[in-house]
T-cell receptor, first 112, second 114 residues
């Protein structure tokens, strides 16, 4: 059973379109991180959200942490081919600060 | 350059032949961990270490061993590999195990057990 459910699992869109990726759970997290992984490499941290309702922006990427700290979303505006990759969310549950719980990932392909 | 280095990057071997995947970090991080990544399952933690001589089981520790004799190194040992351990393995480190600390990953080791 995946404690962090990511959706969609796979998304292929045209350059210039907008998209949103979701990361949901029934558990409460003290923080949630988003990573991007490219083929042949390890995941690289994009952002950490800590406070319920928090919104963080990284250029065309907007990350939001749910008010109840059980879910998060990643919105990409005007997607570009360079955004292609596997997007992973990971969270520390409030009852365990030492283990990161990972989602299965969203594979994103942006076609030129 | 700050990095996590894993070796080998690729390995094809046979069932039962002991193997070790090395992991070294140069950031003086206290926390290190091993993950395996399988399609549709995401990253699953095998073992982690909060500091030297302190290791704990993750979600899928069966068939694996680790040691943390020095701060910078955290090898993953497969005493008797089996085909179900064919996977992509990642080592990661962070300055502490607590929330908000970014995990720094190596580039992965692709293991095939025949």
């Amino acid at each position: 059973t995946q404690l962090l459910e990511q959706s969609p699992q796979f998304l292929s869109i045209q350059e210039g379109e907008n998209l949103t990726v979701y990361c949901n759970s029934s558990s409460v997290f003290s923080s949630l991180q988003w990573y991007r992984q490219e083929p042949g490499e390890g995941p690289v941290l994009l952002v950490t959200v800590v406070t319920g309702g928090e919104v963080k922006k990284l250029k065309r990427l907007t990350f939001q942490f749910g008010d109840a700290r059980k879910d998060s979303s990643l919105h990409i505006t005007a997607a570009q081919p360079g955004d292609t990759g596997l997007y992973l969310c990971a969270g520390h549950r409030v009852d365990s600060n030492y283990q990161l719980i990972w989602g299965a990932g969203t594979k994103l392909i942006i076609k030129p | 350059e700050a990095q996590v280095t894993q070796n080998p990057r690729y390995l094809i071997t046979v069932t039962g032949k002991k193997l070790t995947v090395t992991c070294s970090q140069n950031m003086n991080h206290e926390y290190m961990s091993w993950y395996r990544q399988d399609p549709g399952l995401g990253l699953r933690q095998i073992y982690y270490s909060m500091n030297v001589e302190v290791t704990d089981k993750g979600d899928v520790p069966e068939g694996y061993k680790v040691s943390r004799k020095e701060k910078r190194n955290f090898p993953l040992i497969l005493e008797s590999p089996s085909p179900n351990q064919t996977s992509l393995y990642f080592c990661a480190s962070s300055s502490r195990g607590q929330a908000n600390q970014p995990q720094h990953f190596g580039d992965g080791t692709r293991l095939s057990i025949l």
